[in-house]
């Protein structure tokens, strides 16, 4: 996992039977993988910190 102070890249491994399974499961990981570390590892994620004016 690399991180910068806006953004969160991940890499994973995984296989499939085949193009179209392999494509699904890619879509699959990618839909429910932010919203799992949200609930279960919210630090593990960046912040961006916004400043209001006085």
Same mark, same amino acid.
């Given at each position: 996992m690399d991180t910068t102070p806006s953004t969160i890249?991940?890499?994973t491994l995984m296989t499939a039977r085949n193009a &179209?399974?392999?494509f699904e499961l890619r879509c699959?990981?990618?839909e429910r993988l932010i919203p799992y570390l949200r609930e279960r590892l919210?630090? &593990?994620l960046p912040r961006i910190t916004v400043d209001r004016p006085d």
């Open positions: 890249v991940v890499r &179209s399974d392999a699959r990981i990618r919210p630090e &593990s």
